[in-house]
């Protein structure tokens, strides 16, 4: 039987957290190790599109997941090769946006992701990372729906840290309805400044909610770092802009964990509170200072 690739979707519901440089990076990093990625970029703003392969891909048509949704295509018609080994893209435009309405109401509103990898390329790869956009639309619904994994990029401040349990519940609803299977990969603290006293208290904060309900915070803490902006700047990821960079170590750490986690049992990567389910609330309360 041929495999099937690891699809892992990076989600938060608050904009500006890092998503799309967290996409970016991990899939240069697991690239590199010998890895063969996708990246699907299901958000109309094409941040990663741009990342990858530059503006002038976000601008086109053809090659899009606008078009593999208006057409009906699958990874053959839409994907693309990156400058960056073993990646290749399924690039967005800002076209997607208009589809949101159309889409409203169709039977395949929330399989968008899965009717476009319904095909043997798929399996030519080991991981594929969907980068989205803060929101709970239909292009959203369809990534968390294909997933086996989701992970949530934060960085250790009040309102990040606040929106974590409003991105858990959301997610949580669609897990009901649509992919009872998707687990949570865990939490990624980025633009973390270890010399801020208030960076310092919810990073540990997190950290401890984590470990008394069962929420996975991977090892690793991206440092906040002028040369994450400097080389999207350039349109290249952090790991082959500046790669001795701290934050691309990072990266790199948080990658090879990955790997590591997703050859677990699933079991191992379950929640073990002892609670049913986490209440928004009770998160809030305990981030509350």
Do not use: W
């Not at 904009?15 to 990093?29: E, I």
């Not at 899009?64 to 090769?81: E, P, Y």
């Amino acid at each position: 039987m041929a495999k099937r690739p690891i699809i892992i979707t990076v989600a938060n519901q608050k904009g500006g957290v890092g998503k799309t440089t967290t996409v970016a990076n991990l899939a240069a990093c697991l690239g590199e190790s010998g890895k063969n990625i996708l990246v699907i970029d299901c958000d109309y703003q094409a941040n990663v599109t741009s990342l990858l392969c530059g503006d002038a891909v976000a601008k086109q048509k053809e090659k899009s997941f606008t078009n593999a949704i208006k057409s009906d295509l699958t990874l053959d018609r839409v994907a693309i090769g990156t400058p960056i080994k073993n990646v290749d893209l399924v690039p967005s435009n800002r076209e997607l946006d208009d589809l949101r309405e159309q889409l409203v109401g169709q039977p395949n509103q929330f399989r968008l992701v899965d009717s476009m990898i319904d095909c043997e390329r798929s399996k030519s790869y080991d991981i594929i990372l969907i980068d989205t956009h803060p929101s709970l639309d239909c292009f959203f619904q369809s990534a968390i729906a294909a997933s086996h994994y989701f992970i949530i990029p934060l960085f250790p401040e009040a309102d990040s840290s606040r929106g974590l349990a409003h991105q858990l519940q959301a997610i949580e609803k669609i897990k009901r309805y649509l992919n009872q299977s998707l687990k949570f990969l865990g939490c990624a603290v980025v633009k973390y400044d270890r010399y801020n006293a208030t960076h310092q208290k919810f990073e540990k904060l997190i950290r401890q909610f984590a470990k008394d309900n069962g929420i996975s915070v991977f090892k690793s803490n991206v440092p906040n770092s002028q040369s994450v902006a400097a080389a999207a700047a350039h349109g290249l990821p952090l790991f082959h802009y500046k790669p001795e960079s701290p934050a691309a170590v990072a990266y790199n750490s948080m990658a090879k964990e990955i790997v590591r986690l997703i050859k677990e049992p699933i079991t191992k990567l379950a929640p073990r509170s002892k609670k049913k389910g986490m209440a928004t609330h009770e998160l809030e309360v305990a981030l509350d200072f």
